[in-house]
């Protein structure tokens, strides 16, 4: 596709210098120019199709070719989905009464998505959005670069068939003045991201200010299937209770890198969201007391993700076992996870319908227990994530690579460091052999040691071919960056997939994207 998409765009280049290069030429020239067969004769339809599949930056360049060019890149189907943030591959918008011109004349009623910085959420442009695009159902407000907010009081109009609505957060720019203004608009909504600032947080706690007001949010949004509150400094378990006493249809919570969330708003959560399956809360801090009182055994939930908690033993056993069933179980960094917990998962039936599972660096679980789980429930597993387990080596992967016969993803290996050391060579060949072999829906392969431990040789690349043949949907292979990833990554250039291979460096595979409720959980 990136290749299809570099090959247009060139022919977009080379044709715009050639007809800049027509017109010098004088008429006695342009006697001895021989028509042949053109892009320009390929039907209007076909073109459209063939632009589709330019970014909008690129379609700029499109339409300095020709007029038919350009009222074909400029058709409003091809701009139903627009971000405006530069800092995400975005345009760069600077001139405002131009953006309200091309809200009416390009965008209209095909805008489905769009993306506004803090510069552009003006009261003029949401009105012309609310007034010019009503299929508009998806939309991302980014006000966390913002330093002061625009004046709102002439906020009269909002779309208000919004079916998605994320909102990225400042740490010190209060929303409420923008929010009482929508508040009226947001009823249709089904899925809410609000996304914090946790990765650039530096300040004490004194210093959290609650930007937002759940409460009133939870209030004009009854029907809400989909909440992600994504790394907010202030969102504790008060919140989380304000969103379960209005918004019953709740299927999914995300709660990621909230570290004031404690989980004793489970209970509540649990009692009252009958719907609720999903339950995400990697990286919060949720502790034993509080998760063991929350009525697990009466809830619906499948998926669960509590990487980088730290919950005891004794409490992960109360709330695994008392869960009816599991299709997603994320455990990775969970120190106090044991091979009682998981044989007791095993031998009660709970892991029957799992699909995708995260056991990386789970210290306490012993290659025998993770080789007894994939045994008897690796025929239905599409995602396994088992990195960090140096005693994990080439022949337990290979003992086990042919239980994984619907495998979508799977990260394995340990990269060298001073705390985990591999105490042995890893012949990659046979491990990429087998995947091969035994994986033919493998779409995501990420592999974790590091040069030193990887042993390879002159005749590695017929077992790259293999993988790459055998494994045709295979999207993303990351590997540790050295000569070996060379190798690799110069044999799938060589067939024209050059953005397979990747690098641990840039790159982190993950198995989220198995999640019943991806899609919506998607932002940025």
Not at 430 to 436: D, L, N, P, S, T
Request: with cysteine; glycine share 4%.
């Amino acid at each position: 596709m990136e290749g299809f998409r570099a090959t247009i765009f060139n022919v977009a280049q080379d044709a715009t210098q050639v007809a800049s290069a027509s017109t010098q030429l004088g008429d006695r020239d342009r006697e001895y120019i021989v028509p042949t067969c053109t892009i320009q004769k390929i039907p209007e339809k076909l073109l459209l199709k063939v632009f589709s599949y330019l970014k909008h930056p690129e379609l700029s360049y499109v339409a300095q070719v020709c007029k038919k060019w350009r009222m074909l890149a400029y058709d409003s189907r091809l701009w139903h989905v627009v971000s405006l943030r530069p800092e995400y591959s975005g345009l760069h918008v600077t001139n405002i009464d131009l953006l309200l011109s091309l809200i009416g004349i390009r965008f209209g009623a095909t805008m489905k998505y769009i993306e506004l910085p803090c510069e552009l959420i003006t009261a003029p442009i949401l009105h012309e959005l609310a007034n010019k695009c009503p299929n508009l159902n998806y939309m991302t407000l980014d006000f966390s670069n913002a330093m002061q907010l625009h004046d709102f009081n002439d906020l009269n109009a909002f779309p208000c068939n919004l079916r998605s609505l994320c909102l990225c957060l400042s740490e010190v720019i209060f929303l409420e003045g923008f929010m009482r203004r929508i508040y009226s608009c947001l009823s249709s909504l089904e899925v809410l991201h609000m996304i914090g600032t946790f990765e650039m947080s530096t300040e004490a706690e004194d210093d959290i200010y609650e930007v937002v007001n759940i409460g009133k949010i939870k209030a004009h949004t009854p029907n809400l299937r989909v909440v992600n509150l994504y790394g907010i400094t202030f969102i504790d378990d008060t919140h989380i209770e304000l969103l379960a006493s209005n918004c019953i249809h709740l299927e999914c919570v995300a709660l990621n890198f909230c570290l004031r969330v404690k989980g004793s708003s489970f209970k509540v959560l649990l009692q009252r969201c009958k719907k609720l399956k999903t339950l995400l809360l990697q990286h919060t801090g949720v502790i034993d007391q509080h998760m063991i009182a929350a009525p697990w055994e009466m809830s619906v939930i499948q998926e669960l993700d509590l990487t980088s908690t730290e919950l005891s033993t004794v409490c992960l056993e109360n709330i695994l076992l008392r869960i009816p069933s599991f299709t997603y179980l994320g455990l990775g960094y969970c120190e106090f996870f044991t091979d009682r917990v998981l044989e007791l998962l095993i031998a009660r039936g709970k892991l029957n319908h799992l699909k995708a599972v995260d056991l990386s660096y789970t210290n306490a679980l012993s290659e025998s227990a993770i080789y007894q789980l994939l045994q008897k429930l690796g025929s239905n597993l599409e995602g396994v994530m088992i990195a960090g387990k140096p005693k994990l080596t080439e022949n337990f992967w290979l003992n086990v690579i042919s239980f994984l016969k619907s495998i979508k993803i799977c990260v394995l290996g340990t990269a060298n460091g001073w705390f985990l050391k591999m105490q042995s060579k890893v012949h990659i060949d046979q491990v990429i052999e087998w995947y091969a072999q035994n994986c033919p829906r493998l779409e995501r392969l990420e592999i974790q040691w590091d040069p030193d431990t990887i042993r390879f040789s002159d005749k590695s690349n017929k077992f790259v071919d293999h993988i790459r043949l055998r494994c045709p949907n295979l999207k993303s292979f990351t590997l540790s960056d050295g000569e070996y990833y060379e190798m690799v990554k110069s044999n799938f250039e060589r067939a024209d997939r050059v953005k397979v291979v990747r690098t641990t460096t840039n790159y982190s595979t993950s198995i989220v994207s198995l999640l019943s409720c991806y899609k919506d959980l998607l932002f940025n």
